[in-house]
């Protein structure tokens, strides 16, 4: 019996790159000796990408679309095709033919040779985008490695091949602010790391802007690791201490009589200084503690409006 594959596909307002894509998978995939199937999700577009990907099901039978109630983001959309996925393996990967399909053979290889993950990263830096994408990619790296509790690659994609235990494991997770990269490296298992070079979006450019980039390595820092709160926590300690050793300087001015009002100025910027020391420290926590509060309201990661999937109830989806 075949095994089977799924590709799992988010797309927003990816009208034309879908045909191209399927096009690509198709062919790619006719030629191994596994059964397939294409799972497109759109993810809130707001434009023609639902209808694009409804043609191609209608020209292929065992390609899938599953609609969102809404722009929920690209790593929710992910899970919600995963969750329905039936394949031995899930293949995920982005719409705009950046990760290239010619790559799955290799993929599959490193699967059949024991590996439970075999992700995807940029040999190098993209030539593809601007200069400022590219300081921003390896600042995000940066500061997820130093501050949190996985390690990920310069460059990691949403492109990998997963078994079906894993899968079995991730379908088991329901986070606030879900960051898949660092929980598909969190879960463990025996993975593989291959280099790629990206090639160059079929149309349209990158929709991620430093701004977003920010926000989400914000979010998967804290999504990892407890680090900023120590971080916070020795600041605290570090400043507290420090400020004992004003204690001589004040013994000192007074006995040699100095000026009490001398020194104003160097008194102003202290103080506006540790206030925001203090401001620093309560957002941290804050942020923590607005997760927490997120979290505890249990509201369903995603939300299917329509599918054409058989599966849509399972025991991890709530619709």
Same mark, same amino acid.
């Given at each position: ?47 023609? &990408? $639902? ?5 191609? %099901? ?39 033919? +950046? ?32 200069? !400022? +994408? ?62 790629? &070079? ?7 450019? %990158? ?6 980039? %920010? ?38 001015? !007074? ?24 401001? $620093? ?14 979290? &505890? ?18 025991? !991890?989806?709530?619709?």
């Amino acid at each position: 019996m075949k095994k089977k594959l799924s590709v799992v596909i988010p797309a927003y307002n990816e009208e034309k790159n879908i045909s191209f894509l399927v096009s690509e998978l198709v062919r790619t995939l006719t030629s191994t000796i596994y059964d397939f199937e294409l799972i497109l999700v759109d993810d809130g577009s707001k434009d023609n &990408t $639902l209808n694009e990907i409804k043609v191609q %099901a209608e020209i292929h039978p065992n390609i899938f679309y599953i609609e969102l109630s809404k722009n929920f983001g690209k790593d929710y959309a992910l899970k919600s095709g995963i969750d329905l996925a039936q394949g031995d393996a899930v293949i995920t990967m982005d719409a705009d033919l +950046q990760h290239p399909p010619q790559l799955l053979p290799r993929m599959l290889k490193l699967w059949e040779e024991g590996y439970d993950i075999i992700y995807t990263y940029r040999e190098e830096a993209n030539p593809h985008v601007k200069a !400022y +994408q590219r300081i921003a990619s390896k600042l995000f790296y940066k500061g997820i490695n130093a501050l949190s509790d996985i390690t990920l690659e310069n460059g990691i994609s949403d492109f990998r091949l997963l078994d079906k235990k894993v899968i079995n494991e991730l379908r088991k997770i329901d986070e606030y602010e879900l960051f898949f990269r660092g929980m598909v490296k969190w879960v463990g298992f025996l993975q593989k790391g291959v280099p790629y &070079t990206p090639a160059k979006r079929h149309t349209g450019d %990158a929709s991620y802007s430093f701004i977003n980039l %920010a926000k989400l390595a914000i979010g998967s820092i804290m999504a990892f690791s407890v680090r900023p709160l120590y971080i916070a926590t020795g600041l605290g300690l570090f400043f507290s201490l420090a400020s004992l050793l004003y204690i001589p300087y004040i013994a000192i001015s !007074y006995f040699a009589g100095y000026d009490a009002l001398s020194g104003w100025a160097s008194l102003i910027a202290t103080i506006s200084f540790f206030g925001g020391i203090q401001l $620093l420290v309560l957002g941290i926590i804050g942020m923590y503690l607005g997760k927490i509060f997120l979290q &505890t309201k249990q509201r369903p990661s995603y939300i299917i409006r329509s599918t054409n999937l058989s599966v849509m109830k399972n025991d !991890y989806i709530r619709v």
